[in-house]
């Protein structure tokens, strides 16, 4: 029922910025929590952060936790994550994922998910 894009990705050196945003059709996501995930070469795919339907109650891995913000714009129909101090562990494919479940740190909890955009940090 919603289609997710991401955007944003892309090369930085470490210790810089970059900000994903991923863009949802339709009027509706104001009802999904959102989240964010990312997945390394020969990882698995791991939480990053997620964001209840309002936008006012967040929750962080500790891998993330005062580098990386997520916020929503439900007007804009977007989830950000702005990603700040990168390192070049945060090197993967970037995903974000949406719910209409509470938010949550397991994946198999979304059942929406976009294309994924793709961030290189360098040493």
């Known amino acids: 029922q919603v289609q997710l894009v991401e955007s944003g990705g892309g090369l930085v050196q470490t210790g810089g910025s970059l900000r994903l945003s991923c863009a949802a059709s339709g009027r509706t996501f104001s009802s999904y929590a959102m989240g964010w995930f990312r997945q390394a070469p020969a990882k698995e795919r791991e939480f990053v952060a997620a964001?209840?339907?309002?936008?006012?109650?967040?929750d962080y891995a500790d891998s993330v936790k005062g580098r990386f913000t997520i916020s929503r714009d439900n007007a804009k129909n977007t989830v950000y994550l702005q990603m700040n101090s990168l390192k070049p562990e945060d090197t993967a494919v970037y995903y974000c994922?949406?719910?209409?479940?509470?938010?949550?740190?397991?994946?198999?909890?979304?059942?929406?998910w976009g294309q994924g955009t793709q961030v290189t940090v360098s040493s």
């Open positions: 994922a949406a719910t209409l479940m509470v938010p949550n740190r397991a994946a198999s909890r979304y059942g929406y």
């Open positions: 964001i209840n339907r309002s936008g006012d109650s967040t």
